[in-house]
Antibody, heavy 120, light 109 residues
């Protein structure tokens, strides 16, 4: 059974930093691309960042480029999102997702989400 | 960047058919995926690659994609289908390829 568990959410002041982790199990982590998607309160889904299986290729939404860094540790089956220079508009539930199990570009399974609140 | 447009809401009576559209420029040339998100829960993939269903998803859920519109069809709607539904594509022409529609709230009357 595929499981994705996010950790590290919380309250942070504007301009601060936070690191999210996503522990994966139930599939061969090193074989699949991974993704972060966020959802602001009462809003829709927003794709944030993605990383290829080896970690050598990363990509970001314009809204977070230069502030967020995605990475992965394949031996530890863990995905990360380092968030710097946080803004109020980054307040959201952050989901990690595995891409490409059923279809090449599907976000197949999702974690339960980690709430990040940026406020003074 | 690529834009996907969904109606904010769709309402349907139990037992009827709900159709949720997702508009995009020449979307018929892309693979479209659909996600269901019930209140307070994470999204779940219900249709992928336009019309395929993951195991465990009822046959009542189906999809189509042609021209500038993709459609998620839910037949014999049940109260438990009430949720937000999102379409998604992968726009490989950009360096920020993940794209979601704005979401559609399905209300079962």
């Amino acid at each position: 059974e595929v499981q994705l568990l996010e950790f590290g959410g919380g309250l942070v002041q504007p301009g601060g930093s936070l690191r999210l982790s996503c522990a994966a199990s139930g599939f061969t982590f090193s074989s699949y691309a991974m993704t972060w998607v966020r959802q602001a309160p009462g809003k829709g889904l927003e794709w944030v960042s993605g990383i290829n299986p080896s970690g050598g290729y990363t990509y970001y939404a314009d809204s977070v480029k230069g502030r967020f860094t995605i990475s992965r540790d394949n031996p530890k089956n863990t995905l990360y999102l380092e968030m710097d220079s946080l803004r109020a508009e980054d307040t959201a539930v952050y989901y990690c997702s595995v891409r490409g199990i059923r279809g090449v570009t599907t976000f197949d399974y999702w974690g339960q989400g980690a709430l990040v609140t940026v406020s003074s | 960047s690529y834009v996907l447009t969904q109606p904010p809401s769709v309402s349907v009576a139990p037992g009827q058919t709900a159709r949720i559209t997702c508009g995009g420029n020449n979307i018929g040339s892309k693979s479209v995926h659909w996600y269901q998100q019930k209140s307070g829960q994470a999204p779940v993939l219900v249709v992928y690659d336009d019309s395929d269903r993951p195991s465990g998803i009822p046959e009542r859920f189906s999809g189509s994609n042609s021209g500038n519109t993709a459609t998620l069809t839910i037949s014999r709607v049940e109260a438990g289908d009430e949720a937000d539904y999102y379409c998604q594509v992968w726009d490989s022409s950009t360096d920020h390829p993940g794209v979601f529609g704005g979401g559609t709230k399905l209300t079962v009357l």
